[in-house]
Every structure is written in structure tokens, then in C-alpha cells.
């Protein structure tokens, strides 16, 4: 039994660990070195069909994930495959909140409406405020800031 609540805990952390690993890649990374490649997800009007190159960050993750698995079922780290399972599920998270909820790539999640859920759209909001990769603010995914969970102002809200 305290194996398998290693390994959950391992997945948790993973998790949980790639929310800084995320906010950290946006913020240094995204809007830094690889601008090139994240411009036309703030910039909608570079977009070319469906895909935009800021897609290939999945690759950046995704790329991990799997050395974790290959690497944890083939040596004695079993321990390692679950880190690769919480990246994987940080992933799917982002994928669904992200892409599929904020900026609506699919139609799904019409009808979410939480304090939560509105302070994701707000952050993201803010984020996007700015089309140049300078002065912007709420990098990560699913920690807010505080700031963000009050109404807007001069908006009524349900």
C-alpha cells in the first residue's frame, strides 16, 4: 500500500509542479527566447489555418513526459513513470482549460460558470490585454491571483 501512495504521490507532484514549470516556460521562455514562436497565439492575425506555431510547446512537454514513461518502465525508477503520468496530466489539464475552455478551439465547456472559472477567463484576459511579449502579467494556468476572483469593474455579474 505505501508504494502506490508513492506513486500518487509523485503523480500529484508532478502535477502540481508543472503548474511553476508551466508560469516559469511562459513567462521566461515563451515570451522570451521562443517568441517567435508563441506571437501568433497573441496575435491572432498571424494565425495560419487551425494551428498556430505556439502549438509546438506541446512537443516541449509532451517530449518529457514520454522519456519519463520509457525511461521509468525500463529501469529499476518505476517511481519516474509517474512523474510522467502527472506531466501527461498537467497537459491534459491545460489542453482542456486552455485551449478548449478559454479560447474555445473546440466547442465544448459552454456553461461553466464558477467564481473559479470566470477569475481563469479574467488572468487569461489580462494576459492577452497585450499583443508584444513585454509588460504582460498572469503567466500560469491554474493558480490565480486574488486580484482576479473580485468583479470587473463597472460590470454587473450573475
Not at 514513461?69 to 517511481?79: K, V
Not at 479574467?122 to 502579467?137: L, P, T, V, W, Y
Request: with cysteine.
Amino acid at each position: 500500500m505505501g508504494q502506490y501512495l508513492m506513486y500518487v504521490l509523485v503523480t500529484f507532484g508532478a502535477f502540481a509542479g508543472m503548474e511553476f514549470m508551466a508560469w516559469f516556460t511562459h513567462k521566461y521562455v515563451m515570451h522570451g527566447l521562443l517568441w517567435d514562436w508563441h506571437e501568433d497565439h497573441h496575435k491572432p492575425q498571424l494565425k495560419n489555418g487551425f494551428f498556430e506555431k505556439n502549438d509546438r510547446f506541446f512537443l516541449v512537454y509532451a517530449i518529457p513526459s514520454m522519456f519519463c514513461y520509457i525511461y521509468g518502465t525500463l529501469s529499476p525508477h518505476f517511481w519516474v513513470l509517474f512523474v510522467g503520468v502527472g506531466i501527461s496530466l498537467y497537459g491534459l489539464a491545460y489542453f482542456l482549460i486552455h485551449d478548449v475552455y478559454i479560447h474555445r478551439r473546440f466547442d465544448w465547456f459552454k456553461h461553466l460558470d464558477s467564481d473559479y472559472s470566470r477569475a481563469v477567463l479574467r488572468a487569461h484576459g489580462a494576459h492577452h490585454a497585450k499583443q508584444s511579449k513585454e509588460d504582460c502579467e498572469s503567466f500560469g494556468l491554474l493558480v490565480i491571483a486574488p486580484k482576479f476572483f473580485g468583479k470587473r469593474k463597472g460590470k454587473k455579474e450573475n
